[in-house]
């Protein structure tokens, strides 16, 4: 029962400095990228056209390093990026770091190396949220996307066995999609499929910006892709996407991007060595390493960075989901975000067919 007191007072303490850090502005996301290398080979990523060896990675004690960092600078949510994070051995261990550091550590997956020991070890670690990367509603399209006959049918199963394995109705399981110019369409059906499952859905704007990848942005003059999420939004509920997001999305698709970008001061990218830039646009711009330098001398660099370069070549959730509760109405943006976290009843097993 202790454990169970002491549990809870962590999580409402790094709930309280979460909403502290949306009120005041801080770094409030920091994404980890773990390791480079994947199992897929994606048509909209670029990393596994290159060899990655487990030894360029962080070390245990180096995520301890960026841990105590982090909690310097008040950073809560740290999302474990790759390449595909399940793919280090040692990623219950990387997440338990975190968690004892107080943050709230969420990763995106492709569901590939999930099944039921590893979805059990992954929340006893203290994984707070995980999504699993689902880009069509019929598995041939999505296994064309990814590179590998069976992706589709393994994420389904990883999201059952992830949501299965939840200890609490707090810890989220959410399918996610990349928004591009062929699966606007296939949105609600994405989100049906997470209904029958029991978990919730989230989307992401394409971005093709680092690298040599194709521009993929929905190119519908006669159709308000905004209007459409809006919708869907409003008819159902595990459509968890901040309104505030899917607002700038016409714009977004029209121009590129959304303009001020404000990464370098709400969120950072942190890479498999620490090396710190802004964002994964500019993984070739770092302004330091968190391993190895001070920590104050690297956030003033990243808020010098962002004052110089008024970057307006995205609207990715990451960088979305930051800026987006910053934006007027502010308190629309914190009831949907409590919303989205408020405790969601697991769903009796099923199994997909």
């Known amino acids: 029962m202790l454990s169970e007191i002491q549990r809870e007072v962590h999580y409402q303490y790094r709930s309280l400095r979460l909403a502290l850090g949306f009120a005041t502005g801080r770094f409030i996301h920091a994404n980890l990228q773990v390791t480079y ?32 960092k982090l909690n310097q600078l008040g950073t809560l949510i740290v999302s474990l990026a790759g390449g595909e994070p399940l793919i280090r051995e040692d990623l219950c261990g ?88 062929d699966n606007l369409d296939d949105i609600e059906r994405l989100i049906q499929l997470s209904r029958d499952l029991g978990v919730t859905y989230m989307l992401s704007l394409y971005s093709w910006n680092r690298g040599a990848k194709t521009r993929r942005l929905p190119d519908l003059p006669d159709r308000s892709v905004t209007r459409h999420l809006l919708d869907l939004k409003a008819k159902y509920p595990e459509f968890i996407t901040l309104t505030s997001y899917i607002e700038q999305l016409d714009r977004a698709i029209a121009d590129g991007g959304i303009g001020n970008c404000r990464t370098g001061r709400l969120l950072m990218n942190i890479d498999t060595r620490g090396n710190v830039s802004r964002c994964t646009e500019m993984l070739d711009q770092p302004v330091g390493n968190l391993i190895t330098d001070d920590i104050t001398e690297i956030r003033d660099r990243l808020w010098q960075r962002q004052r110089e370069q008024n970057c307006a070549q995205c609207w990715t959730s990451c960088r979305g989901f930051a800026e987006s509760m910053m934006r007027p109405p502010r308190l629309r943006q914190f009831r949907e975000f409590f919303q989205s976290v408020r405790p969601h009843p697991k769903p009796a097993e099923t199994t997909h067919a």
């Open 37 to 68: 290398r994947c199992n897929f080979a994606c048509q909209i990523c670029d990393f596994w056209k290159e060899s990655h060896c487990r030894e360029e990675e962080m070390s245990l004690a180096d995520v301890r390093v960026i841990g105590r």
């Open 94 to 181: 990387i997440i338990r770091i975190l968690n004892d550091a107080g943050h709230f550590p969420i990763l995106i997956t492709n569901g590939w190396y999930v099944n039921e020991t590893l979805a059990k070890d992954l929340s006893q670690a203290g994984l707070q949220e995980i999504s699993v990367s689902v880009d069509y509603a019929d598995a041939a399209r999505h296994d064309k996307q990814r590179g590998l006959d069976g992706a589709w049918q393994r994420a389904m199963r990883a999201l059952e066995l992830l949501n299965r394995a939840r200890p609490d109705t707090r810890h989220r399981v959410h399918m996610i999609s990349v928004l591009m110019d």
